[in-house]
C-alpha cells in the first residue's frame, strides 16, 4: 500500500503527473452538488466531522492526538460506490478517497479549530495526494454537513489562497457517507512502529504537526 519511492527520480516524475488535476467525472459532479448529510450527536453530546488528507494512518494519528476527539476512525469517502474495500479503493475507480471520522468534544474543541490541524497538516498545495501517496484515492477532501462549516471552510480557504496563490487543491464537497475501512487499518500507526512507512512518512509528518500545533496536543504528546 505505502511504498517509498527510493529512487529520486521516479518520485519527481510520479509527483509532477499527481499534481495535474483532473476534470470531475459525472458522478463527482453530482456528489460535489449534493445536499450535505448531518450526523445526529452521540448521546454523550460528542459530535462527528469528516477530512480526507493522503493516507489515513497518517491523519487518523494527527487527530488522535487533539485534545477534546475523542476518538478516529479510518474508512473511505467522497465517492460513488458502496462498501468500498481496501484493494478496490486503491484502484482509484470508486471514487472515495481514505478519509477519518473525527469523533470530538463541540465543549473542547470546535470544527474550526479541526479545520487549522486538517490545512496546517498536510501540503496544501498537492493536487491528487500527499507527500510519496499519489493518486486520487489519496487527495484532500474536506467534507461540510451544514452551512455553518461550509462557510468555516471556505473563509479558510479564502485565506490560504491569499499565502498560496490560489494553489490550495483540496476538494470541499458535502458530506453523503463514511465507509468504515477494515480492522487492520485502524490505529495502524500505534500498533505497528516498526513499520517501514510509518517510519519515514507518518512519524515525519505528525511531529511536523506537533512542532506547529503544541498547543492543540493532549498531555502526553
Not at 120 to 127: A, E, H, K, P
Not at 214 to 220: A, C, H, V
Request: hydrophobic share 35%.
Amino acid at each position: 500500500m505505502k511504498k517509498i519511492i527510493s529512487v529520486f527520480l521516479l518520485t519527481i516524475i510520479v509527483v509532477a503527473c499527481g499534481n495535474k488535476p483532473k476534470e470531475k467525472s459525472e458522478a463527482q459532479q453530482k456528489l460535489a452538488n449534493a445536499t450535505p448529510v448531518e450526523v445526529s450527536e452521540t448521546q454523550d453530546g460528542l459530535k462527528k466531522a469528516y477530512f480526507a488528507s493522503g493516507c489515513f494512518w497518517c491523519v487518523e494519528a494527527i487527530y488522535e492526538s487533539v485534545k477534546g476527539v475523542k476518538e478516529v476512525i479510518s474508512g473511505y469517502a467522497g465517492g460513488h460506490t458502496k462498501n468500498p474495500t481496501y484493494e478496490e479503493n486503491n484502484t482509484g475507480k470508486t471514487g472515495h478517497a481514505e478519509a477519518v471520522e473525527v469523533i470530538y468534544d463541540p465543549e473542547i474543541v470546535s470544527f474550526q479549530t479541526l479545520v487549522d490541524v486538517y490545512f496546517g497538516s498536510q501540503n496544501v498545495t498537492q493536487q491528487n495526494g500527499q507527500g510519496p501517496d499519489i493518486g486520487s484515492q489519496y487527495r484532500s477532501i474536506i467534507f461540510f454537513q451544514n452551512e455553518v462549516q461550509k462557510k468555516i471552510i471556505e473563509e479558510k480557504i479564502t485565506a490560504l489562497s491569499e499565502k498560496y496563490n490560489d494553489e490550495v487543491a483540496a476538494e470541499v464537497m458535502p458530506f453523503q457517507k463514511f465507509w468504515k475501512a477494515e480492522g487492520y487499518h485502524q490505529d495502524y500507526k500505534n500498533k505497528h512502529p516498526e513499520n517501514s512507512y510509518i517510519q519515514n512518512v507518518s512519524n515525519p509528518r505528525f511531529q511536523k504537526f506537533k512542532n506547529k500545533f503544541p498547543e492543540l496536543l493532549k498531555e502526553g504528546y
